[in-house]
């Protein structure tokens, strides 16, 4: 079956820049797509198409696709970005969703 | 605007049948353009994604869950359902519904809006 692959945490201290990748065979065809989850909340969608922000996204927020590896960007990291992220995508076929195995973001 | 909320029981027994339903409100599901989709999250672990279904009732599931999943579409109601049959210890999670962007199959889709989960555990 079709995976993709985050690492399981990322540490930054506030102001720094966060980067979070994640990576899949088929993300030069597919679109990746990124939410953010709090403890206790359903996941919210802060990138789309790869590198489109939604409305109500802190800019600071930022996607960028390379082969087969897709970024999360947060610059500037608050102390309310601390959160599990995870990205998702489709299969090469575009019929199957997937969802990596989520990076939890610590801000020191 | 547009907003969906899960329901159903909160305690299955093993072996039997999961069923919830997502109730969507301030939109119509009859209205086409969206697909609707069931995720779940295992505790403390990471994002599955079960399957979606459009109001015409044409369904996908994960291959993985496919032999035991069911999900449904009811316009008149504006809900779509899943049902999920011998359950087992596994299938303890929060599930989630979810509003599906895109075309279906195709290069792009995506979940813009979520339900705020309902926890089913399964125990005897």
């Known amino acids: 079956s079709y995976e993709l692959t985050q690492p399981p945490s990322v540490s930054v201290s506030p102001g720094q820049t966060a980067r979070i990748t994640c990576s899949g065979d088929a993300l030069p065809k597919q679109y990746a797509y990124w939410y953010q989850q709090k403890p206790g909340q359903a996941p919210v969608l802060v990138i789309y198409?790869?590198?489109e922000r939604p409305s109500g996204i802190p800019e600071r927020f930022s996607g960028s696709s390379s082969g087969t590896t897709v970024t999360l960007t947060i610059s500037g990291v608050q102390a309310e970005d601390e959160a599990d992220y995870y990205c998702?995508?489709?299969?090469?076929?575009?019929?199957?969703?997937?969802f990596g195995g989520g990076t939890k973001l610590t801000v020191l | 605007q547009v907003q969906l909320q899960e329901s159903g029981p909160g305690l299955v027994k093993p072996s039997q049948t999961l069923s919830l339903t997502c109730t969507v409100s301030?939109?119509?599901?009859?209205?086409?353009?969206?697909?609707w989709s069931w995720i779940r999250q295992h505790p403390g672990k990471g994002l599955e994604w079960i399957g979606y279904i459009y109001y015409s009732g044409s369904t996908y599931y994960n291959p993985s869950l496919k032999s035991r999943v069911t999900i449904s579409v009811d316009t008149s109601k504006n809900q779509f359902s899943l049902k999920l049959s011998s359950v087992t210890a596994a299938d303890t999670a929060v599930y989630y519904c979810?509003?599906?962007?895109?075309?279906?199959?195709?290069?792009?889709?995506?979940?813009?809006?979520w339900g705020r989960g309902t926890l089913v555990t399964v125990s005897s």
């Open positions: 979810a509003r599906v962007v895109g075309k279906v199959p195709a290069y792009y889709w995506y979940f813009d809006l």
């Open positions: 998702q995508s489709a299969d090469s076929s575009g019929t199957y969703g997937v």
């Open positions: 301030g939109g119509s599901i009859s209205s086409g353009g969206y697909y």
């Open positions: 198409k790869d590198s």
